[in-house]
T-cell receptor
Framework: GESVGLHLPTLSVQEGDNSIINCAYSNSASDYFIWYKQESGKGPQFIID?????DKRQGQRVTVLLNKTVKHLSLQIAATQPGDSAVYFCAENESGGYQKVTFGTGTKLQVIP | SAVISQKPSRDICQRGTSLTIQCQVDSQVTMMFWYRQQPGQSLTLIATANQGSEATYESGFVIDKFPISRPNLTFSTLTVSNMSPEDSSIYLCSVGAVNTEAFFGQGTRLTVV
């Protein structure tokens, strides 16, 4: 079946540096993508989303890039802080029908003080 | 946004028993979803809880093992039946709308001994 996956399971970044978390997806029909942050003991928390008619979207300290040609998503976190330490999941929303979110493998971001 | 409360937050259960997890939303929502997150892994959709009809189960999940109730637009329960240690996971309730971000409860951490 269709799947969403990540290249790196763990990413260690020095505090203050920028972080880049990558994600590959395989369903070319997906038209909505979301990044979630999950801290220990908590449910996933929405960070930022992007629709397939865009290739870049910026939020507060975060940017999501979408490359539909190679089916690739990335999440960029500027000036990474200790509070950014968490597991990050990309997810795709199947177009049409109901809201069903398919999650990627996840990347653990470790911020080194 | 939506605020989702799950109960219990954690439990330790004997094998062969069943546990019912409750999910309460602070607003009326059409669709509610139940996910399983096994240790160190991503989220897998179990089923979609539909109000007024039977839940829709994903491949690999069956109603006998994971019966779901959806008595109204703000509440749902998931029962994990005849538990075994392999059912030890975090179970998450989620709500969302078409092509928007999903909101998650804090999860129920289940340990089966």
């Amino acid at each position: 079946g269709e799947s969403v996956g990540l290249h790196l399971p763990t990413l260690s970044v020095q505090e203050g540096d920028n972080s880049i978390i990558n994600c590959a997806y395989s369903n070319s029909a997906s038209d909505y993508f979301i990044w979630y942050k999950q801290e220990s003991g908590k449910g996933p928390q929405f960070i930022i989303d992007i629709r397939s008619n865009m290739d870049k979207r910026q939020g507060q300290r975060v940017t999501v890039l979408l490359n539909k040609t190679v089916k690739h998503l990335s999440l960029q976190i500027a000036a990474t802080q200790p509070g950014d330490s968490a597991v990050y999941f990309c997810a795709e929303n199947e177009s049409g029908g109901y809201q069903k979110v398919t999650f990627g493998t996840g990347t653990k971001l470790q911020v080194i003080p | 946004s939506a605020v989702i409360s799950q109960k219990p937050s954690r439990d330790i259960c004997q094998r062969g028993t069943s546990l019912t997890i409750q999910c309460q939303v602070d607003s009326q929502v059409t669709m509610m979803f139940w996910y399983r997150q096994q240790p160190g892994q991503s989220l897998t959709l179990i089923a979609t809880a539909n109000q007024g009809s039977e839940a829709t189960y994903e491949s690999g999940f069956v109603i006998d093992k994971f019966p779901i109730s959806r008595p109204n637009l703000t509440f749902s329960t998931l029962t994990v039946s005849n538990m075994s240690p392999e059912d030890s996971s975090i179970y998450l309730c989620s709500v969302g709308a078409v092509n928007t971000e999903a909101f998650f409860g804090q999860g129920t951490r289940l340990t089966v001994v």
